[in-house]
């Protein structure tokens, strides 16, 4: 049939890759991807053949692999390349990328930091080298290679996002800031960058503007439960109490399933004294989430306030248990573009998640 035998009312659509992924079959595009680096690799190795010292090809070679994901021969044709001219920083560029790609961070640190010494304008290098800086959770260099990211190219919202992100997990909080601000001034209805934002006033205590812009965040996508996990905590801060209540509810309307709204609800209900309300939602936070450390450790303090020590003991050995994997488990993703959710990071004595430190003992010699 062709396109005109379809008539008007046919149209076509793209499947989102997402669908391919829970249907567990491959995205077609993706496929197609792939076999074009597969035949642009062959393509090269052809003319390498007649042509073996032509530096043009054996990066590209390089590079194919790296889009391939093939990373160990990605680092042996690079070295190859670097072992004939070891004044080439696109090699050394392609190197410590490959090498960062593959877990190997000191390597990729010492590549990229060479490219930089022979390519001191290109940007991405800095960006990829802050990038590893972060998986490495050096976040002070991360921030000066993203600054000079910005530098050379200060419409890099990447750059900026990223840079973020850095002074986040150093707390640098104003910094952030101000740096979120600058970014939102190119895409001012970014929900995610403008949650950030929210976020960032909330932990450096500047309650008014993480309001204003919590608000802001709502205004733009009114069903986002994120969004109104952010509003609830800031009216928390705010001893607005019947607001934060609202904005937690509101956010296990839009989504049932979703746990911290019931985490910070249960850690304002246990603020104002309301326990069993508060073991309510922990429990709930924790059958939607068990590895919730905070609705863990919440539900342990309001068992042990109610006097009830079996309970109490068990929470308290399933929140061990999550800080043991977590001890355990891989390092932190710090590469996402900052955004998300102000927690209220609270347990029900007041004190914060990081500060508590109550043993078992206690609860024993209690019971």
Known sequence: MSAEDKGAGWTTMKIDPEIFQELGVRDPEETKREMAISKRVRQVRKELKSDPDNAELQLELGSLFIDGGEFEDAIKQLKQIISHDNKNGLAYKLLGTAYGMSNHEDEAIRELTRATELRREDSEIYFNLGGVFMLRDMFESAARCFRKVIELDPMDRLGYANLAAAYDVEKKYDE?????????????????????????????????????????????????????????????????????????????????????????????????????KAIKEFKLATSMNKGDALAWMNLYQCYKEVGRMEDAQEAYRTYEGILNQETQGAASDHNNIPGGVVGTGQLASGSDLEAAAPGMEELESES
Do not use: W
Request: aromatic share 8%; glycine share 2%.
């Open 176 to 276: 952030e800031v101000q740096v979120l601000k600058k970014i939102l001034m190119f895409s001012p209805e970014d929900i995610e960058l403008r949650s950030a934002l929210s976020t960032a006033y909330f932990n450096s205590e500047k309650y008014d503007e993480a309001l204003n812009h919590a608000l802001c965040v709502i205004e733009l996508d009114e069903k986002d439960p994120q969004a109104y996990c952010n509003l609830g905590s800031c009216y928390s801060a705010q001893n607005m109490v019947d607001e934060a209540i609202k904005a937690f509810q509101k956010a296990s309307e839009i989504d049932p399933d979703y746990s911290l709204p019931h985490t910070n609800l249960g850690s304002l209900y246990a603020t104002v004294g309301r326990l069993e």
